[in-house]
Every structure is written in structure tokens, then in C-alpha cells.
Nanobody, 124 residues
Framework: QLQLVESGGGLVQPGGSLRLSCTSS???????LGWFRQGPGMEREGLGC?????????TIARSIMDRFTIGRDEANNSVYLQMNSLKPEDTGAYYC?????????????????WGQGTQVTVSS
């Protein structure tokens, strides 16, 4: 079973930036990867997806597309989520997931493989 490990979460002030990373001991080249988050008392929501290595397809949620970027770091077998201009409402647990591209854009109930998550808290 694919194991994913997220890192890079923490406490940041409003307006700050964080870069989350997700990696695995298994090559991620042939997986589409996505980032999801779950705020306090909220359902898990999709933030963005990136297709398999060598393809340029990405999807990013409209609500964060002007502040967040998803990409692959192929040299390090990882996917990142660059988050800028963070707001308190960005607070939550952030999860990396892997599967097909259709699974990723299909949402959190599409049979994806999940990491354990990393906490992001945006607060002054």
C-alpha cells in the first residue's frame, strides 16, 4: 500500500507563507497527486491536483488559485503546495493524496490513498 508523508505545516502569521511537501518511499511518477484540507468542523475539500510526471495537467481550486501553487519536485520524489498570503481561514489539517487524475478531481471520496496530514495554523 502506498504510504505518503506530509511535512511543512506549522504556525504562521496572517500574510505569511508555507510550503508543504509530500513524499513517499515509492516512486510517485505514475501517480496523480493532490492536496486537500479540512478546517475545524468542516468537510475535507480539494485544493488542487497534478497529473503524472511528464504531464502538465493541474487543477487548482478557484478559492485559492491566486495564492496557492501545486507542483512536483521530481528530483525529490515529492509534490508540494506553496501557500502564500495565508489567512486565518486557511487553518486546518492538510492532506496529500495519490491516485488517478480522475480520482483526484473527483474529490476525497474517490478511493485515493492518503497521508496522515500536517497541521497548518494561521494566527497572529
Amino acid at each position: 500500500q502506498l504510504q505518503l508523508v506530509e511535512s511543512g505545516g506549522g504556525l504562521v502569521q496572517p500574510g505569511g507563507s508555507l510550503r508543504l511537501s509530500c513524499t513517499s518511499s515509492t516512486s510517485l511518477d505514475n501517480y496523480s497527486l493532490g492536496w486537500f484540507r479540512q478546517g475545524p468542523g468542516m468537510e475535507r475539500e480539494g485544493l488542487g491536483c497534478i497529473s503524472v510526471s511528464g504531464s502538465s495537467s493541474t487543477t487548482i481550486a478557484r478559492s485559492i488559485m491566486d495564492r496557492f501553487t501545486i507542483g512536483r519536485d521530481e528530483a525529490n520524489n515529492s509534490v508540494y503546495l506553496q501557500m502564500n498570503s495565508l489567512k486565518p481561514e486557511d487553518t486546518g489539517a492538510y492532506y496529500c493524496a495519490a491516485g488517478t487524475y480522475m480520482q483526484c478531481v473527483g474529490g476525497p471520496d474517490s478511493g485515493l490513498s492518503w497521508g496522515q496530514g500536517t497541521q497548518v495554523t494561521v494566527s497572529s
